[in-house]
């Protein structure tokens, strides 16, 4: 009987370093898949080579701003995080990541690729909900590029969406708190400049025949003269807002 048992075990013994391979096959990072990319969680080193990145804090120190010149994969989002976890590795904290393209953000609204965050001692397993030691990395929803597409041109001394709303506020006419969209809009809109408002969104097109078809498909309120679209908040125009648009835009 004793054969027998020496055996069993080492079938079961096979059986199980089967199992544990398989484990381990499961845990390997895979390549990014854009919208349906699902999130890197581990620890330890990287086997992928560190690409270039720059690398800024926050207000708080264990806010980590990255910014990047190209889009990577998620393995080498992954890369970047795990350096910036050894660089803090004597740093307890729980530190919150933010992977932006080097351009085609604004001042105010970066061009996000992937956020992330990592956890340093018991303290940083705390503020993070990871264990100690481990990092995540979530790429962004979407068809993100880095650098991205140029956006839309208009024809040389064509008037500007910036130039509407100048003149809209020389007016006395309400248009708050202004400020450049364009970057994170007119890509995917097709327009060439858009300037938000409190008050209302002046947008401004390539040619008289895109805005026209912009204003007919928006479910709001809108005014259109030549390339310029104002977009108002409520479903009907305001009125007063035409004849600037009308003295500004030539035809």
Known sequence: M???????????????????????????????????????????????????????????????????????????????????????ADQPDGYFVQINCSVGGTASLDYRLANAKFAVGRIGAARTGLDDGDREVIMVVGDRQCPPDPLATAAAGATTAQQVVDAIIAAGLPARNPRDNSQSNCRSIGCVQLITTDDVSVYQFPADASALKFAGASPFGVSQRGPIVLVFHGDTPDHRYQPVLNRIVAQ
């Open 2 to 88: 004793k054969p027998l048992l020496v055996f069993g075990g080492v079938v079961l013994a096979f059986v199980l370093i089967g199992l544990i391979g398989l484990a381990m096959d499961d845990d390997k990072p895979t390549p990014a898949s854009g919208a349906t990319q699902s999130p890197s969680v581990g620890a330890g080193g990287s086997a992928e080579a560190v690409p270039p990145y720059q690398l800024e804090t926050g207000k708080k120190p264990s806010n980590l701003r990255v910014t990047v010149d190209r889009l990577y994969t998620l393995p080498e989002m992954t890369a970047i995080v795990a350096d910036l976890q050894h660089r803090y």
